[in-house]
């Protein structure tokens, strides 16, 4: 499966971004999928953001987002969202979504060897 991610931009800090990575071909069906967001500042490791089961019934988030980012998921879209709120200037960073075969959440889908396709990437840039 080939992961398109977009939504990438400058923004303020205390402003919102909505990033969103749609699926194409595979030999599976995209609700197969559990989801992931990493981001990897510049010259800094990749870190976990967030994650989603099949289903969208399970999420996980890493501790410097949660209660301000919001994955989600339209499996009829092919699609996975990352809403972003009150940014600060230390979420400016590449963010990739990934795909893991294996669907279902864990807490395993917070370490990146767990996914096996990668998106491109996108930039978020949040200026103090």
């Known amino acids: 499966v080939q992961l398109q991610a977009c939504g990438a931009g400058l923004v303020q800090a205390g402003g919102s971004l909505r990033l969103s990575c749609e699926a194409f071909g595979g030999g599976r069906t995209f609700n197969n999928y559990a989801m992931g967001w990493f981001r990897q500042p510049l010259g800094k490791e990749r870190e976990f953001v967030a994650a989603?089961?099949?289903?969208?019934?399970?999420?996980y988030y890493g501790d410097s987002v949660k209660g301000r980012f919001t994955i989600s998921r339209e499996n009829d879209e092919k699609t996975v969202f990352l809403q972003m709120n009150i940014l600060k200037p230390e979420d400016t960073a590449v963010y990739y979504c990934?795909?893991?075969?294996?669907?279902?959440?864990?807490?395993?889908?917070?370490?990146?060897?767990?996914?096996?396709?990668w998106g491109q990437g996108t930039e978020v840039t949040v200026s103090s």
């Open positions: 989603i089961d099949w289903s969208g019934g399970r999420t």
């Open positions: 990934a795909a893991d075969s294996y669907g279902v959440g864990s807490e395993a889908l917070t370490h990146p060897k767990e996914y096996d396709y």
